[in-house]
C-alpha cells in the first residue's frame, strides 16, 4: 500500500546567489535534507526530511539558507486544522500511536503571562541590587514548625536534611539515554559552577559524573534503572518519580537500539533491551506504600539527604500533594502540562495535565490551610520560560523551580520537537556518537552558567523593584501578582488580585 | 675562541654557518666562496631563465646574512688543505688558519670525453648562476637547442628555457626520462607533459661524436643544434680532501655527525658521502634539503655542540609544467606496488613488510610529506592502516593518542 | 608562544574552518564575493578518516621545522615563532610540501607554497579557523 502523501512541513529556502556551496548543510544534517548535486553543479535539498532544527541554517556561513513553514495547506477550516487532518493520514498510514517530543505546544492559557509583578513606588522604596546585598539562596526540606531550645536554653538549630541552591532554579530530570553524555556533561558541570543541583532523571548516574555528587539528584523511577547503593550515597537529594508532566499516568519507553554501551551499563539493563518504565511503581498503590519507599530511601542513605516526591500536576493534584506532604517526604516537585520529555504519545502530551501556575497556586494553599506547608518545600515545573516565571513562581508559593526546556535551548535545542527520532542534530537528544560530539561540554556548560547568571540578575532586579532583598520573602508573597484578564475563579484559584484592585 | 673555515657558499656552508652560531655567537668563521656571488640557490638557475624568479629573489639569505652572522666573506679558491698544520691555502697563496673546517664544496658537472666537443662553440653546464647567466646571451627564439642528460638539471634547464627558444631536443642513455628518480611507468608520464610542451626526446641513445653545429648518435641520427647543454651528471667536488687523508669514496666519507675521517674536518652537501637511512649504507645525496640539514649538523659539532643526523633519504620534489612530482624513499623490487591513476597523475607506493620504502607522486603531492616521514620514520603498519594509505596520504593512520601527541603539542 | 591546536574529540568534520581560512586570506570584505564559484586553497584541511574520525591540521610551527631547512629558495623562515613563507620569493618547486610531516603547507592559487600563519597577515586578528569553529574543536593557546 502506498502511503498517503504528506506534504513537507517545512521548505528549504537557498539563496543560490549567496549559496558558495560549501557543504556545511549536508554535512551537519542527520537527517539527510541537503545534498550537492554533482551534475547541476548546485546544492538541493529534500524538504520532507526536514525538521527545521537549523542546524544547517546556523552554520551557514553565508546566510544562504532559510527554512520556512510551507503555505501549502490542506482544505482546513476551524473544526479541522491542517494539522488534525494531517495525524490522520498519519496514523492512517501507519496504524500507530502518534508520539511527539518536548512540551504542549496547543494554544491554551500560559498564566504566568496573565499575571503582572508589582514594583515600590515612594512609601516602600525600591532597592537597588547593584549597591544592596540581595539574597538568592534558598534551602529546600522540611522546616522546623517552631523554635526549640535544650535543657540549657539553647537553641536547638539542628533541622532536616536541607539541599541548599544559591539561586531557587534547578536543571530538571533528563536522563542519560534520553539526552547525551555530553548533555549531561554540561549540566552538571553547570549545577556544579552555579551551586544548584541537576537531576539524572531515571536513566541512572554515568560513572564520570559521581564527582559532581553534590549538585545531582537522583532519581529512583518506577523502572528503578541504575539505582544502587553508591548512586544513591552519590547524590545531594533523591527523587521518587511518581508522574512526569508531559505524559501523567504512563510510563516510558527508551527502545533497546539506544541501550548501547554506557547506557546500558549506567542502566544496569541488558544492551539491546528496551527500558521500559511502567505507568505506576508496582509497589505504590498508597500514601502508605510511598511512605515506605519514602522512608527505605532515607534509611540507605542515613537520613542525610532531603527525599523528594515528583508527581503531575493533575485534577486533584491539592489532594495528592497533601497526601505526600505527610508521607515523610522533604520535598514535592510539581510538574505541570507544558513540562518537555524526549517522547511523549501526542495524544497524552496535548491532552492530560493542568496548567503548573494553578497547581501550585493550589497546592501551596492546601498546606498551608492544613498547616503543613513547612513540613515539605514545593518545586515546580512545566514551562518556566525565564526569570519572570520564576519571580511568579515563588511568589505564588515554590521555595524553586526546575527548568529543562530553557537549559536544552541554552545547549542550542531548537524546539524542533523531533527527539524521538534520536538524530537530535544538536548533539543533545542522540546517542549517535558522530552527534553526541557536537556538544562540547565547555561550550555547553558556559552557555548554561552563563543563562543562569543573567536570570539570576534579573531575579534581582525584579526583587528589588519590589523592595524585597531576599527571594525568602517572596515566596507565597501573591500580593506582588496582580492578575489581567483572568475570570473571579481562575484569579480565585492564583489567589491573587486582578490588576487595577 | 675557535677560528672555522667554511669553503664553499651554497646550501651547506649557509646550514653550517647557522649551525655554528647556534652554539657559538663569538668565534670568527671564514667562508671561501669559489663563485663572486652572494649566496644563492643553485636550482633556482632554471627559474631565473624561466622568469619566475630574478637575482634578488635567488640570494637563499637577506642581504646582511654574513655581517649579521658576523661571517668574513673571501671569493677565491681553495687550492691546498694542510690538516696537520690546519692550514687552507688560496690560489691567491693567502694562508688561513683553521680550528675546525668544513668542506662544503659541491659538485661538478661531469662531462664525458666526447669526440669533437672542442668545436662546438655554444656549449654551456647548466649548473651554477654564471652558467646560466652565460646561456641566457645565447639564448634566441629561434636557436634549436640540444640537452645531453635528461636527468633533473637537463629537464629543470628545457623548462627554464622553453619560452625563449625555437625547439629542444633532449636525449639521454638511460631509456626514461629523469631516471634517477622515476620509475618507467612515472616516467612516461612526465615525458608526455614535457612533449605537450614542445620538448622532444631523443632516449636511449646518445651522443658519440660532435661537429660544429651537429650531433652524431649512437643510433647514427643527426642532431642539429645552435645551443648545446651538457647535463650528464655531476661529481662531487672532492679534490680538497683528497689532499689531506680524509676517506674519499664518490664523495668525502662523512659519519652520522659530519666529521670526515680526519681530526678537525667536516664535510657536508653535495661533496660528502652521509648515511643514507632508505639503504643503510653512505651515499652521496645531492639534494638541496639534505646539504642544509648536513651542514647544519656539521656546524653545531664543530661548535661543540652534539647533533646526529642520521635519517637522510632520497627526495625530491620537481615540476614541469605545472606537472608537479614528489618522490622519496627506496624502491625495493621485492616489494608491493600499489599504483592508482589519479587526475592527470599516477601514484605508486612501494611497500614491502607493512612499511611504505618510497613512493612517486606525479599530478596531486598534497600532503607528500605525510608519506616521507613514514618512510624517514620507517614506521610499520598493519594492513589495514597500509589500505588506508594507499588511498591518500594521511595522518589518520595513527591512533587517536600518537596524533593527539603530534599535533597537541610544540614540535 | 600561541598556536592553533585541533581538539580531536571535538571536530565535526564541517569544514567549517577551511573555508573562514580562505575568505579571511582573500583580502576580500564579503565572503560571498570572496568564495563563490571559485576553488579555495585554505591553509587548514580537515582529515576525514573513517568511523567518524575528522581533525583539522594546520602549521605546527615547529621549532626546528623541515620545511625551513629544505627550502630551496630560502624562502620559509621563522619570525618571532611563526613559520612564514616568503610568497614572493616562492617559486613553487613544493619541497616544502614534500618535507612537512603533517600535511600543513600546500600550494595556493598562483603555484606559490602557502601554509598558516595564524591571521598575524590578514585583517582578523585572531585565526579565523579558531573563531569560526562551531564546536571549539580548533583552540588558540599557548601550550
Redesign the interface.
Known amino acids: 500500500m502506498r502511503e498517503h502523501f504528506i506534504y513537507p512541513e517545512f521548505e528549504v529556502v537557498r539563496n543560490d546567489?549567496?549559496?558558495?556551496q560549501?557543504?556545511?548543510c549536508e554535512?551537519?544534517c542527520a537527517n539527510e535534507v541537503h545534498r550537492f548535486d554533482t551534475d547541476l553543479g548546485l546544492m538541493i535539498s529534500d524538504e520532507t526530511k526536514c525538521v527545521n532544527c537549523q542546524r544547517c541554517i546556523?552554520?551557514c556561513?553565508?546566510r544562504?539558507l532559510k527554512i520556512v513553514k510551507s503555505d501549502c495547506r490542506l482544505r482546513e477550516n476551524a473544526n479541522w486544522s491542517d494539522e488534525t487532518i494531517k495525524e490522520i493520514y498519519k496514523q492512517a498510514n501507519s496504524g500507530g500511536v502518534l508520539l511527539s517530543s518536548m512540551g504542549n505546544p496547543k494554544p491554551l492559557p500560559v498564566y504566568w503571562d496573565k499575571m503582572l509583578i508589582n514594583a515600590s513606588q515612594v512609601t516602600n522604596p525600591p532597592i537597588d541590587p547593584l549597591r544592596e546585598p540581595m539574597e538568592t539562596k534558598v534551602f529546600l526540606g522540611k522546616k522546623p514548625d517552631k523554635i526549640r531550645r535544650d535543657e540549657n536554653g539553647e537553641l536547638i538549630t539542628e533541622t532536616a536534611p536541607q539541599l541548599e541552591l544559591s539561586m531557587p532554579v534547578m536543571f530538571s530530570a533528563m536522563s542519560y539515554g534520553s539526552i547525551s553524555y555530553n548533555a549531561h556533561a554540561s549540566l552538571a558541570r553547570a549545577a556544579t559552577e552555579l551551586g544548584i543541583c541537576y537531576n539524572t532523571g531515571e536513566g541512572g548516574l554515568h560513572e564520570d559524573f559521581y564527582i559532581y555528587g553534590p549538585n545531582t539528584i537522583v532519581q529512583v523511577a518506577s523502572g528503578r534503572f541504575g539505582v544502587h547503593k553508591n548512586y544513591l550515597e552519590a547524590a545531594a537529594a533523591v527523587e521518587i518519580k511518581m508522574g512526569q508532566g508531559a505524559k501523567p499516568g504512563i510510563g516510558g519507553h527508551l527502545p533497546g537500539a539506544k541501550i548501547v554501551g554506557d547506557v546500558s551499563r549506567t542502566r544496569m539493563i541488558p544492551e539491546g533491551s528496551d527500558a521500559i518504565s511502567p505507568a505506576p511503581h508496582h509497589d505504590i498503590y498508597s500514601i502508605e506504600d510511598l511512605r515506605q519507599l519514602v522512608f527505605s530511601l532515607k534509611e540507605a542513605t542515613e537520613y542525610k539527604k532531603p527525599v523528594i516526591v515528583k508527581v503531575a500536576a493533575v485534577h486533584n493534584i491539592a489532594a495528592i500533594a497533601s497526601g505526600i506532604a505527610r508521607s515523610g517526604a522533604d520535598i514535592i516537585a510539581i510538574d505541570g502540562f507544558r513540562g518537555g520529555t524526549g517522547a511523549a504519545p501526542t495524544r497524552i502530551r496535548d491532552n492530560v495535565g493542568i496548567p503548573i501556575e494553578l497547581a501550585l497556586a493550589a497546592v501551596d494553599q492546601r498546606l498551608r490551610d492544613e498547616g503543613i506547608r513547612n513540613n515539605v518545600s514545593l518545586i515546580v515545573g512545566g514551562s518556566v520560560r525565564s526569570a519572570a516565571d520564576v519571580v511568579k513562581a515563588v511568589a505564588l508559593g515554590a521555595d524553586a523551580v526546575y527548568v529543562a526546556t530553557a537549559a536544552l535551548l541554552a545547549l542550542g535545542c531548537h524546539l524542533c520537537r523531533t527527539c524521538q527520532s534520536g538524530k537530535c542534530n544538536w548533539g543533545i537528544a542522540t546517542q549517535n556518537?558522530?552527534l553526541v560530539?557536537?556538544l562540547?561540554p565547555?561550550?555547553g556548560s558556559r552557555r548554561l552558567v552563563n543563562l543562569m547568571d543573567a536570570w539570576r540578575h534579573e531575579i534581582k532586579e525584579l526583587m528589588g523593584g519590589m523592595g524585597i532583598n531576599s527571594i525568602e520573602s517572596l515566596r507565597g508573597n501573591r500580593l506582588m501578582l496582580r492578575g489581567v484578564g483572568l475570570t473571579a475563579k481562575e484569579l480565585e484559584i492564583l489567589g491573587i488580585s486582578h490588576a487595577g484592585e | 675562541m675557535s677560528e672555522y673555515v667554511i669553503i664553499g657558499n651554497g646550501t651547506a656552508a649557509v646550514g653550517c654557518i647557522e649551525g655554528i652560531r647556534s652554539a657559538d655567537s663569538e668565534s670568527s668563521i671564514t667562508v671561501i666562496s669559489a663563485e663572486e656571488h652572494h649566496v644563492y640557490s643553485r636550482p633556482l638557475i632554471s627559474y631565473y631563465l624561466e622568469g619566475k624568479t630574478d637575482l634578488e629573489k635567488m640570494k637563499y639569505r637577506p642581504e646582511d646574512f654574513y655581517t649579521k652572522n658576523n661571517v668574513k666573506l673571501i671569493y677565491g679558491k681553495a687550492v691546498k688543505c694542510d690538516s696537520k698544520k690546519q692550514f687552507i691555502t688560496l690560489a691567491d697563496k693567502q694562508k688561513l688558519h683553521y680550528d675546525k673546517l668544513c668542506l662544503c664544496t659541491g659538485s661538478s658537472p661531469f662531462v664525458p670525453p666526447f669526440e669533437g666537443l672542442d668545436k662546438v662553440k655554444n656549449k654551456f653546464s647548466f649548473m651554477t648562476l654564471d652558467d646560466a647567466l652565460a646561456l641566457e646571451k645565447a639564448l634566441d627564439k629561434k636557436a634549436k637547442v640540444l640537452i645531453v642528460g635528461a636527468g633533473l638539471i637537463g629537464l629543470k634547464c628545457a623548462e627554464g628555457i622553453a619560452e625563449r627558444v625555437g625547439s629542444i631536443t633532449v636525449c639521454d642513455l638511460a631509456d626514461r626520462v629523469l631516471s634517477s628518480i622515476l620509475d618507467s611507468k612515472c616516467a612516461a608520464v612526465m615525458q608526455k607533459r614535457l612533449e605537450e610542451h614542445g620538448i622532444s626526446f631523443l632516449l636511449g641513445d646518445t651522443a658519440v661524436r660532435f661537429e660544429k653545429d651537429k650531433a652524431v648518435m649512437k643510433s647514427g641520427k643527426e642532431v642539429r643544434f645552435d645551443i648545446l647543454v651538457l647535463a650528464v651528471g655531476v661529481r662531487a667536488e672532492t679534490e680538497l680532501a683528497r689532499q689531506t687523508d680524509c676517506e674519499v669514496n664518490r664523495g668525502i666519507v662523512i659519519d652520522t655527525s659530519m666529521k670526515t675521517s680526519t681530526d678537525s674536518i667536516y664535510a657536508a652537501g653535495d661533496c660528502a658521502e652521509g648515511y643514507d637511512s632508505s639503504i643503510g649504507a653512505n651515499r652521496v645525496l645531492a639534494i638541496l634539503p639534505n646539504a642544509y640539514m648536513q651542514g647544519r649538523c656539521a656546524g653545531i659539532n664543530m661548535a661543540g655542540g652534539s647533533s646526529v643526523f642520521d635519517d637522510a633519504v632520497p627526495m625530491n620534489s620537481i615540476g614541469f609544467f605545472g606537472l608537479h612530482c614528489a618522490t622519496a624513499g627506496s624502491y625495493p623490487e621485492d616489494g608491493e606496488v600499489c599504483e592508482e591513476q589519479v587526475c592527470g597523475g599516477i601514484r605508486r607506493l612501494y611497500i614491502k613488510d607493512g612499511r611504505l620504502y618510497g613512493y612517486m607522486l606525479i599530478g596531486d603531492v598534497n600532503r607528500a610529506g605525510i608519506y616521507t616521514s613514514l618512510v624517514r620514520e620507517q614506521t610499520v603498519f598493519n594492513e589495514e592502516d597500509i589500505d588506508k594509505l594507499k588511498k591518500f596520504p594521511t595522518l589518520a593512520i595513527f591512533s587517536y593518542e600518537s596524533r593527539r601527541k603530534k599535533l597537541g603539542g610544540v614540535v | 608562544m600561541k598556536r592553533v591546536y585541533v581538539n580531536e574529540?571535538?571536530c565535526?568534520?564541517?569544514?567549517?574552518c577551511?573555508?573562514?581560512c580562505a575568505?579571511a586570506n582573500s583580502g576580500i570584505d564579503d565572503?560571498?564575493k570572496a568564495?563563490?564559484?571559485k576553488d579555495i586553497f585554505p591553509r587548514v584541511h580537515i582529515e576525514d578518516g573513517e568511523d567518524?574520525i575528522h581533525f583539522a591540521v594546520s602549521c605546527r610551527h615547529c621549532k626546528d621545522p623541515m620545511c625551513v631547512k629544505s627550502c630551496i629558495a630560502g624562502a620559509i623562515s621563522i619570525e618571532d615563532g611563526v613559520v612564514k613563507i616568503d610568497r614572493d620569493k616562492c617559486v613553487g618547486c613544493l619541497t616544502c610540501v614534500l618535507v612537512c610531516p603533517y600535511g600543513a603547507v600546500a600550494p595556493g592559487p598562483n603555484g606559490a607554497a602557502q601554509k598558516c600563519e595564524l591571521c598575524l597577515q590578514n585583517s582578523c586578528g585572531a585565526p579565523a579557523c579558531v573563531t569560526?569553529c562551531?564546536?571549539?574543536?580548533i583552540v588558540y593557546e599557548e601550550r
Not at chain 1, 17 to 20: D, M, S, T
Open positions: 546567489n549567496r549559496c558558495i560549501c557543504r556545511v554535512r551537519q546556523s552554520l556561513p553565508t544562504a556518537p558522530e560530539k557536537r562540547n565547555d561550550i | 574529540q571535538w565535526l568534520g564541517c569544514h567549517l577551511e573555508y573562514n575568505f565572503m560571498v568564495l563563490k564559484g567518524g569560526g562551531p564546536n571549539n574543536a
